[in-house]
């Protein structure tokens, strides 16, 4: 991969992970499930997830119930390339997140994640999400895995 395709690539994995939030932030579980592979593999605290159907259903629990609220800030965003297909990242993700009707007051981050990433580009030429790992490094007493 030359230095304009490499430059390229960077920024439309830096796209997908802006992507990301935003759809997950906004409970838009089927243009954020598009965001991975057909085998993802996504896992979270114990919770492993694998395959798009299963990562839809996972997503589409957490619109049910009260109002959800959630905002994940992302930074430091790593990334290597093993080829001009698969490439590898690192990022700190920085969750706030609450039932209920903003605005909400004295708020408290719900979690503080590594999210370590393999990003694998499509024959349509689309970075996707291929493997998810989610370490929580710091989390407030409430937060649990979703799904639980």
Do not use: C
């Not at 997950?24 to 243009?31: A, M």
């Not at 109002?67 to 430091?76: D, S």
């Not at 990003?119 to 370490?135: M, N, T």
Request: net charge negative; hydrophobic share 30%; no cysteine.
């Amino acid at each position: 991969m030359n230095r304009e395709q490499e430059q390229d690539a960077r920024r439309a994995i830096e796209q997908l992970n802006s992507d990301f939030n935003y759809h997950l932030d906004h409970n838009e579980v089927e243009p954020l499930v598009d965001l991975f592979t057909d085998d993802v593999y996504y896992a979270h605290a114990t919770r492993i997830t694998t395959g798009r159907d299963a990562l839809r259903e996972l997503f589409g629990k957490r619109s049910g119930g009260a109002p959800r609220v959630a905002r994940h800030l992302q930074t430091g965003l790593r990334i290597s390339f093993n080829s001009a297909h698969e490439a590898e990242g690192y990022s700190v993700v920085l969750t706030y997140a609450d039932n209920g009707t903003p605005p909400f007051q004295n708020v408290t981050p719900t979690l503080i994640a590594d999210f370590i990433d393999t990003y694998r580009r499509g024959p349509d030429g689309r970075w996707r999400i291929a493997r998810r790992e989610i370490i929580r490094m710091f989390e407030a007493p409430s937060t649990k895995p979703y799904g639980q």
